[in-house]
């Protein structure tokens, strides 16, 4: 396995979000997430996307982190947002997406983020026992779907304030 940085909008990257986006569409039934997002909210210093390849150069994992400061939407100062964590139905259970969350809790460190936080759903208890397992605890609301009744927003420390 190969896990590097591609552009949010790279074709394997598209492809991807295409996948997850419509399980979010079975799990929930609305069509998939509806967050703002933005290629150049991936783009270092803004962020980070990666993609696991196997040995044969086929995508099977992804996710990125993209720079939140304290805005309108409950997000703080320091924070990194992780989205898009995704791993192909046939390559699951192997810890690629526990190995795409440490390299981008790495990365947002490296870049001076001080909390990883992430919005996932009721509807994907194998994310939140990822999480949970990880260090991530339950925060406050925050982001797109903060006032939805299934949205779990959680939070981990990357490195204390400055």
């Not at 696991?52 to 409950?74: L, T």
């Not at 190995?99 to 996932?120: F, I, K, N, Q, S």
Request: hydrophobic letters at 35%.
């Amino acid at each position: 396995m190969n896990i590097r940085p591609v552009p949010y909008d790279h074709p394997d990257a598209v492809k991807l979000d295409a996948e997850v986006q419509a399980e979010y569409d079975i799990r929930y039934g609305d069509g998939g997430d509806a967050t703002p997002m933005d290629p150049a909210d991936f783009t270092p210093p803004n962020g980070t996307y990666l993609i696991v390849y196997d040995d044969d150069g086929v995508p099977v994992a992804s996710g990125g982190w993209r720079v939140q400061d304290a805005n309108g939407e409950g997000n703080r100062d320091g924070d990194a947002e992780l989205k898009r964590m995704y791993v192909i139905e046939s390559m699951r259970g192997r810890g690629l997406a526990r190995r795409v969350l440490a390299a981008l809790e790495a990365d947002a460190r490296a870049a001076g983020r001080v909390r990883m936080v992430l919005e996932t759903g009721t509807k994907q208890p194998e994310a939140i026992a990822l999480y949970t397992s990880s260090g991530y605890e339950p925060c406050e609301p925050f982001g797109y779907y903060r006032f939805h009744q299934e949205s779990r927003c959680y939070a981990k420390a990357l490195q204390s304030p400055t």
